[in-house]
């Protein structure tokens, strides 16, 4: 019974601690964990920039053009994968052999996180009373005053679920980046397996980290949601 068990558990044993395989799980969670953080920043920037346009521009008339130009960069990037998007950016823009891959798949995930992002925050722009405007029209604030100090902390309020759920999205996502090299946690998964000859261990364990980390993303973003929850109510 003993060497049946070890027959079970000695694949896993070996993919974490042969060669210390757990330091190259670390760097591939570190890397990981840094593409995901710098696509959100730079998600959330674009999409926030795509939404207030496509918004405003709407109500202004000159503006048309730029709000169209801004619907086709969410059509275009939305209905293209990811993974060609990925490489149509490292090899057209991160040609040079001292390019960063690391760097590459940030902006990547973070431009095609941005698309996304765009939609949710103009679906909680538009979730505010026309009221608001109005009550910023009164206070003397331009439409722009208006959007910044009054619709947009309430927008991302409302968009906070969404807005986290396209964060868990991007780490799992962030998988593909391998394809160019970058050393992120499935990357090593697969180097481990080349060196235990067994590639299922690693991808077992590698799928169980992504599971933890967001199984504690979604808790955080709980837990965030519960603390605003509660100070509007107070």
Known sequence: ?????WGLIEPFYNA???NQG??????????????SLMAVAI????????????????KIRGL????????IYVTVIRGTPVMVQLLIIYNMIFTSRDSNP???AGICFGINSGAYVAEIIRGGIESIDKGQTEAGRSLGFNDLQTMRYIILPQAFRNALPALGNEFIVLVKESSVASVIA????TKMAQYIGSRTWDIVPPLVVAALCYLVIVMILTKL???LERRMSRGDRN
């Open 182 to 185: 970058v050393s992120d946690l």
């Open 64 to 71: 048309h053009w730029l709000g169209k130009l801004c619907g």
């Open 43 to 58: 998600g959330i920037i674009i999409g926030v920039l795509v939404a207030v346009v496509r918004v405003i521009s709407s």
């Open 1 to 5: 019974m003993k060497d049946f068990l």
């Open 22 to 35: 757990y330091l190259a799980y670390a760097e591939g969670i570190k890397n990981t964990l840094l593409i």
């Open 16 to 18: 974490v601690f042969m």
């Open 102 to 104: 690391l760097l590459c």
């Open 221 to 223: 973003l709980s837990l």
